[in-house]
């Protein structure tokens, strides 16, 4: 017969062994969200000095596709040439860099949530019965099937775009607007005069084109650099070598910029609408249209050669200054308690 006093005992033992048992789950829970919350801010802080650092190598030659980009001016390679000139000679070797500043206040957040999202979307897609596979955090890309690499990519620079996006229209404005007199132009100018004349929702115009044209542009960019290091590695059993990550990221770039450009037209003159002509471009479809209908089918992709010198440039600078910082950071656990 069992006693009240034996059945306590037995009672609180079950108790402990269970408290026991729990306490190391509960441990390895809190390591995996501190982990996590590590590779997360690893993420973001080299996504942002990769951004930063490809924005500010490319911004002379974006300048000049912007100029191009938002008036029915014929492009040709010369003419970009010439207008660098131009600048150069009239406005000086600063003005180049007009609109960087805006350019860096939203890249640098933009580039940093794009890559730390990234991190968290291929850990969100990786089938069920890989979760968890690799141990210790270990992040080989090649787990994703290639579907869901390039939706990972996507769905990454969506999020950027549409949290960032009144900054990238601030911006487009900074690069066509001429300084009068002794006034400079700055991002705070810009914005004030934007939301004073014609109010705060056009900080948001042309986001739907620019959030389309960033789904295969973000996809295929993630896509082709993943993939590329993938292949690299199953054929010579090592990872890839810097130069190979060079190539792979121009080309990265190359596939990313020629898949999305024409939507990058209709984006831009969306955002300049009434600044250098009195045209209204109040949809994509008609904006395009007028795009094409003035300027044949030349029109959508006017520009574009420029966009395979700095997009490729621009992409390759990011992706491999990402992760070499990134490495610097897991290598010295800069952020890790």
């Not at 896509?223 to 990872?239: G, I, V």
């Not at 044949?296 to 006017?302: C, H, P, T």
């Not at 910082?325 to 800069?334: G, P, S, W």
């Amino acid at each position: 017969m069992t006693t009240p006093t034996r059945c306590v005992n037995n009672m609180a033992g079950e108790s402990q062994a269970r408290l026991g048992q729990a306490q190391p789950v509960q441990q390895a829970m809190g390591n995996n969200r501190e982990d996590t919350m590590t590779q997360v801010v690893n993420s973001f802080v080299a996504g942002a000095v990769a951004g930063a650092v490809a924005k500010t190598t490319i911004a002379p030659l974006d300048r000049t596709k912007i100029h191009f980009q938002v008036t029915d001016r014929r492009y040709r390679f010369s003419k970009a040439l010439t207008f660098l000139q131009r600048t150069y000679t009239n406005d000086g070797f600063s003005t180049l860099w007009r609109g960087n500043s805006a350019t860096l206040v939203r890249v640098v957040p933009y580039a940093a949530i794009q890559f730390a999202s990234y991190e968290q979307y291929k850990m969100l897609l990786k089938p069920s019965s890989q979760q968890g596979g690799g141990g210790g955090g270990q992040k080989d890309d090649s787990v994703l099937p290639p579907v869901r690499r390039f939706l990972a990519g996507s769905f990454a620079g969506m999020t950027a775009t549409t949290l960032t996006y009144p900054l990238d229209m601030i911006r487009a404005r900074m690069a066509i607007t001429k300084s009068e007199g002794n006034k400079r132009v700055s991002l705070l100018s810009i914005s004030r005069i934007i939301v004073k004349n014609e109010g705060l929702f056009t900080l948001y115009r042309g986001l739907l084109p620019t959030v389309l044209g960033v789904l295969p542009y973000a996809g295929c960019s993630f896509f082709t650099y993943e993939t590329l290091k993938d292949k690299y590695r199953q054929h010579y059993n090592e990872p890839p070598s810097p130069l190979f990550k060079i190539v792979a990221g121009a080309f990265a770039g190359l596939m990313g910029q020629t898949t999305s450009y024409p939507l990058d037209i209709v984006r831009r003159r969306m955002q300049t609408e009434g600044v250098l002509t009195q045209v209204k471009y109040p949809t994509i479809g008609q904006t395009a249209l007028y795009v094409i209908r003035t300027e044949g089918l030349r029109g959508i992709y006017k520009g574009v050669t420029m966009n395979w010198i700095k997009g490729p440039l621009s992409v390759t600078i990011s992706f491999n200054t990402y992760e070499y910082i990134k490495h610097f950071l897991e290598k010295y656990k800069v952020f890790e308690r």
